[in-house]
């Protein structure tokens, strides 16, 4: 399989451009507010995540409807629910979700729609407390939108605290393209890329705060994906907790800025994701390091397929 080198920033400022689109009104507009998977076989995957990120789960059904949240302590992270043998017959395979927070879902589904995405679920409410749509961008990657119903819903956004998402990474067909998109639906704002000699890494913000990275995925990757990454505080144990359970480590361990270490996995059902954490003084055996301890070293990452 081949391997791609891209770099990453995190937490950097560079790049702050002026904010395109509607102005937000609440602090969650145009940031990621909610985590979903889907999957074919919701046990096992319950079974999974509480082994690999030490999880608990809550069960949040109503009739009709089974859904089940991720915690970590007393916050949700994240929501659980099964794919259709109808979405499985269409060619949908298990995966996780993104929702970003918008002002209004009925508005920017009709912009996904104008600039080129495509509807999968209209805008719909659920219950009181939300109102999302799930689309897809040009090139195929799925997104949703999301907002509160309620003032006062939006939990705090702790993208480093254990068990949250720490980075959002976008494998596109055309980067740049697809950058376009985004900034036109979002008002995302393009910052300093990475380039390497494999290709460039383009680094998004929000409000000035760098949230992602896109990059035009490798031929050998097969559609277009959004990839989150997950903190864990030992990116060893996490990624042996991972085989253990049954799921692949695709990618890494790397070393990205920062020094912290991420690794690309998928789960027993095919589901993409990724963690990040921090690798003991002298780990044992796992993974073999990636390259020099070298400052030029230290920007590259790889994705392997």
Sequence with gaps: M???EIGRKVGSNAGREARTGEACVVESCGRFAWYELITTDVEAAKAFYTGVMGWGTWDASVPGKPYTLFTAGNASVGGLMNLSQDACEMGVRPGWIGYVGVNDVDATAERAKRLGGVIHVPPTDVANISRFSIFSDPQTATLALFKWL???QQPQAEPDAPGRVSWHELFATDSEKALAFYTALFGWQRADPDIGAAGTYQFFSTAGQIIGG???KPAT??????LYYFNVSDIDAAAQRVTAGGGQIVGGA???PGGSWIVQCTDPQGAMFALEGQRARNPIGYFERVGSRAP???RGRRWSW
Excluded: H
């Excluded at 990757?221 to 959004?226: A, F, H, K, R, Y």
């Design 214 to 216: 896109m990059v035009t």
């Design 2 to 4: 081949g391997a791609v």
């Design 296 to 298: 030029s070293d230290m």
């Design 254 to 256: 790397l070393e990205v």
């Design 150 to 152: 309620q003032p006062g």
């Design 221 to 226: 990757m097969p559609v277009p994906i959004w």
